[in-house]
């Protein structure tokens, strides 16, 4: 199929009314299309591949509705029959409008609007009659591929989405040239996408950017798992069954061990006798400290969860674009994480802080309950030491010397939870261990509170980036000393010291999910170069904002250019592709836009022109087949058929494609050098 020739023969020729005519339809009553099996099988995949890529993020109720008007339309062109009445249509679109004011409350919104033109689109099929109504159903298909980016912009996302417009496409081939096969209707589709591809290249480079990016405007709400600014037992353990990935970072130049990759996130310091939350924020623009010691640089690609805090090592230095920092040390974003987001950041672990905290803060993070867990208060009271320090001492060797055990499965925690799981259960995960800690520290008198982020990660062996997940995440607690400022504490790196420097995997060997036991490691290696792929994706695409833009431009003297002088160089782009293109077309155009069967015309005339029997310009098959016949006698049962058998195919709509390669073959075999003299006399 010639890609051309698409849009000519797509609004006529092969779609005719039931008469059979090629004139095209009124405009007052369009005339209906009988749509063949095949062309009906290509439109309806065309439309399940769309609403495919959308299922993760449409309720179950739209995914029934849609798949049985889908199941419908199948079901009535397979058998041959009418589309339904149009009085069926309108309940089925009131039905829908009412069932989404009532799921989500509203019919504005990213979400409510996917979810109507998804509907849409399947009773539009449902009550295709006419070529209008292929048209509608196939811009549908296109804007909702387009819309799939507002939900999710992963390269899982990009690739579905772009198989659904070659499916699309390949419709389209389908209904302009019925003998086409499947194998032609791809390629021509794949043509039209290569086609394309430089100017969304062009766009895409040069465009002014978005700020903020198109999918995170009006964004709907959306729960993420992940930490969330509180704590209570069995929190982060549940978090350990997911191996869904939090973050990755790309480290520039040296990265620190794994003891000391701790990932600070939410900072716990109100405790109400069973849960941990974060205070009041103060809030600046800029670390309140000094960086010194050891530096590491490096980028943090993170996962959207719909919050403000951003993990990063400890302890962030310099401004950074969009990220404010809080008085307990937290890297802060401007807007919530509703979409993947890269940030840089620098950091200095050995830089001391909190040096002069208020006494506000202090207070704050020696306070207790007044009641519950007096067991615990009476431990604290016989720890207590001359100094914080070794009243911190005392309390880890109480931890070290007590018997306590690193488990994924901790027992439920009853009234007095601190009480219970110091003297009793003596079990439990890393949550248990920071808060029991915490508030042995602060009935002893030492200013302490709960961290809470993730520590550790995996360094993925392709792209050497370090993959943070949900099963890394971790809690450890801070002490203040005067003239030292505040120091981590981790008191599950005494009691599972494998946890800290090998993972969960060292710590939990033979009781970890699935995924994460190494005997599956197969699917370790799949999932690293697929993490790897998208990690570059999420780098390169994702991330490439207007900072980005001009930074790539910049490279090419044009670091300086405006939104409007970026619009014009992306004007002058699209200009110059579509004049090589057209150069291009019209350099290669040996075969004249001729079909398959007129190309196998034409070769046929050609074998027979250096022995003088070309055909004429104003012949006809037919007449072409007597003159051949004269010259040649003995072989006019042969050239006769060939030259019936095209005029019968040219002239019967629509040919077969078997018919039409099995006549190219014949012309393609045809040795007219053993059936012809060398010289022929007229």
Avoid at 279 to 308: C, K, W
Avoid at 523 to 532: K, M, N, V
Avoid at 577 to 583: T, W
Avoid at 628 to 641: E, K
């Amino acid at each position: 199929m010639n890609v051309k020739g698409l849009n000519a023969r797509l609004s006529g020729a092969l779609f005719r009314g039931r008469n059979g005519h090629n004139d095209p339809p009124k405009r007052s009553k369009p005339v209906e299309v009988s749509l063949r099996r095949d062309q009906a099988v290509w439109l309806l995949a065309a439309a399940a591949l769309t609403l495919l890529a959308h299922l993760p993020k449409l309720p179950v109720w739209v995914t029934i509705y849609c798949v049985a008007l889908l199941v419908w339309r199948g079901w009535l062109l397979w058998n041959g029959k009418a589309a339904p009445p149009r009085w069926v249509l309108p309940p089925l679109v009131l039905g829908m409008a009412v069932c989404i004011r009532l799921d989500l409350g509203q019919f504005f919104g990213k979400t409510p609007g996917l979810i109507f033109l998804a509907a849409l689109l399947c009773l539009k099929l449902l009550e295709t009659r006419n070529m209008r109504d292929i048209r509608v159903v196939t811009l549908l298909c296109f804007f909702l591929q387009f819309g799939l980016f507002f939900n999710d912009q992963s390269l899982p996302a990009a690739t579905l989405a772009l198989v659904a417009l070659l499916i699309t496409l390949g419709s389209q081939v389908a209904l302009a040239d019925p003998s086409s096969n499947s194998r032609e209707r791809l390629r021509t589709g794949a043509m039209l996408l290569a086609q394309g591809m430089p100017f969304m290249v062009a766009l895409f480079v040069l465009f002014p950017r978005a700020i903020p990016p198109l999918w995170g405007i009006s964004a709907d709400t959306v729960a993420i798992s992940g930490l969330s600014d509180s704590m209570s037992p069995g929190t982060i353990s549940e978090m350990i069954l997911s191996d869904e990935l939090a973050f990755t970072v790309e480290f520039d130049g040296s990265r620190p061990a794994p003891a000391d990759r701790y990932w600070r996130g939410p900072v716990l310091s109100q405790f109400d006798g069973r849960t941990w939350r974060m205070a009041v924020r103060l809030l600046g623009d800029n670390p309140e400290y000094t960086p010194s010691g050891r530096r590491f640089d490096y980028r943090i690609m993170i996962e959207p969860h719909q919050q403000h805090w951003l993990p990063a090592l400890d302890y962030v230095a310099g401004s950074v674009e969009g990220v404010r920092f809080s008085r307990d040390f937290q890297a802060l974003a401007q807007q919530p994480v509703s979409s993947r987001a890269q940030f840089a950041f620098s950091s200095f672990p050995d830089t001391a802080v909190g040096l002069n905290e208020y006494p506000l803060t202090l207070d704050l993070t020696r306070q207790l309950p007044k009641h519950g867990n007096p067991r615990a208060r009476a431990l604290a009271a016989e720890l207590k030491a001359e100094t914080p320090r070794q009243t911190v001492g005392r309390i880890l060797d109480w931890f070290l010397d007590g018997g306590f055990s690193y488990t994924l499965q901790p027992p439920v925690l009853k009234e007095n939870s601190i009480d219970f799981f110091l003297f009793e259960t003596r079990a439990g995960f890393c949550e248990h261990f920071a808060g029991a800690f915490v508030f042995l520290a602060r009935a002893a008198g030492v200013p302490a509170r709960v961290v809470t982020g993730y520590q550790g990660g995996r360094i993925n062996p392709i792209t050497k980036a370090i993959s943070v997940r949900q099963s890394d995440a971790h809690a450890w607690a801070e002490v203040w000393y005067a003239g030292r400022g505040w120091v981590r504490v981790d008191p599950t790196a005494l009691i599972a010291p494998m946890r800290i420097d090998h993972g969960l995997e060292g710590a939990l060997e033979g009781k970890l999910p699935f995924m994460l036991r190494p005997e599956y490691s197969w699917l370790r290696q799949l999932r690293d170069g697929w993490e790897a792929a998208t990690t570059q994706w999420n780098r390169k695409v994702i991330a490439y904002d207007g900072r980005r833009q001009h930074d790539l431009l910049g490279a090419f003297g044009l670091g300086d250019m405006t939104p409007p002088k970026a619009f014009g160089a992306a004007s002058i782009a699209i200009a110059l592709l579509m004049a090589a293109f057209y150069g291009w077309a019209q350099f290669h155009r040996n075969d004249g836009g001729l079909d398959p069967l007129d190309r196998a015309w034409v070769r046929f005339s050609a074998r027979l022109a250096p022995f003088g029997l070309a055909r004429l310009s104003n012949e006809g098959p037919l007449d072409y087949a007597q003159r051949l016949a004269a010259a040649r006698p003995a072989d006019a049962g042969v050239l006769t058929s060939i030259c019936t058998r095209y005029a019968c195919l040219r002239y019967r709509q629509p040919p077969l494609r078997a018919e039409i390669d099995a006549l190219a073959h014949t012309i393609d075999t045809f040795n007219p050098s053993c059936q012809f003299p060398v010289t022929i006399n007229h």
